[in-house]
């Protein structure tokens, strides 16, 4: 046995490195490397502080309530501003009859 491996020791070393090689070509296409599960943490962590500071449904329907209330006071205001709009247009228009 010993004459043997010191006989064809290259050859076997060959086939040993052969097999190292391809088992670890594989083992680098199956699992990601460090530099790559760094940089998608860095990523997820600038998402999540993106979306801490986003506003919650809650803060989003109170708004969207008050967005409606603000539209009904001013369709109100509008309502009540228009007699007070004809008046100063008549006033206007007379002010200007009469300068003539």
Known sequence: MGELLLKYWAPIWAL???AA??????????YAKKEDVQA???KVDHLEG???????QQQMTDLLI????TRGE?????????????LSRLLLEQRLKDDK
């Open 50 to 56: 993106k979306l801490d500071s986003m506003a919650t």
């Open 21 to 30: 090689i391809i088992v670890m070509a594989f083992l680098a296409k199956t």
């Open 66 to 69: 008050e967005l409606a209330n």
């Open 16 to 18: 040993l490195t052969t």
């Open 74 to 86: 001013m369709k109100e205001l509008r309502a009540q501003i228009q007699p007070v709009e004809h």
């Open 40 to 42: 998608v943490s860095k």
